[in-house]
């Protein structure tokens, strides 16, 4: 018997599952120590830097709070293959059902020569998300599901 699989499928799955595992090796814990708040101090009070990314400390779950009004921003995205900047263009909705901050679509734009795969989208040398990006036409458009239901 032959499973079936269809991209949004995969792309939710994607999220939802430890990717984290498969890119780079790093653990969530690594991933949460370079993240973690840097003391206040002349070598780090740059307000831009501070600004650039908000307190988060789990790149395996992202929320929708990360990208809401950073449309424009550009990441640094890292796979096992290659490395790309893609341009966050947009945040949406997936359902009504459940916590809006974990049911939620990003859309990127990246050149034409990057490939489905999952990313490790970096800003400013911090690791953002970890996410499951696949091409949704035949243009340079990149979208990721998170969906991590009700409960979440």
């Known amino acids: 018997m032959t499973a079936l699989f269809t991209r949004r499928g995969l792309l939710a799955v994607g999220a939802v599952v430890g990717v984290g595992a498969g890119v780079g090796g790093a653990s969530a814990s690594a991933s949460a120590a370079a993240l973690a708040p840097r003391p206040a101090g002349p070598a780090t009070s740059d307000a831009r830097a501070t600004a650039a990314l908000p307190l988060q400390t789990d790149p395996d779950r992202p929320q929708r709070g990360l990208f809401v009004g950073r449309e424009g921003t550009v990441y640094r995205a890292v796979s096992t293959r290659s490395v790309h900047r893609m341009t966050l263009v947009g945040v949406g909705d997936i359902g009504t059902e459940g916590d809006p901050a974990h049911r939620f679509r990003l859309e990127f734009t990246a050149d034409d020569a990057t490939r489905d795969d999952i990313y490790r989208l970096e800003q400013d040398g911090a690791v953002v998300a970890r996410l ?20 979440a």
Do not use: C
């Not at 243009?139 to 969906?147: C, G, K, P």
């Open 132 to 151: 499951y990006l696949g091409r949704v036409t035949q243009s340079a458009r990149f979208e990721a599901v998170i969906d991590r239901g009700i409960g």
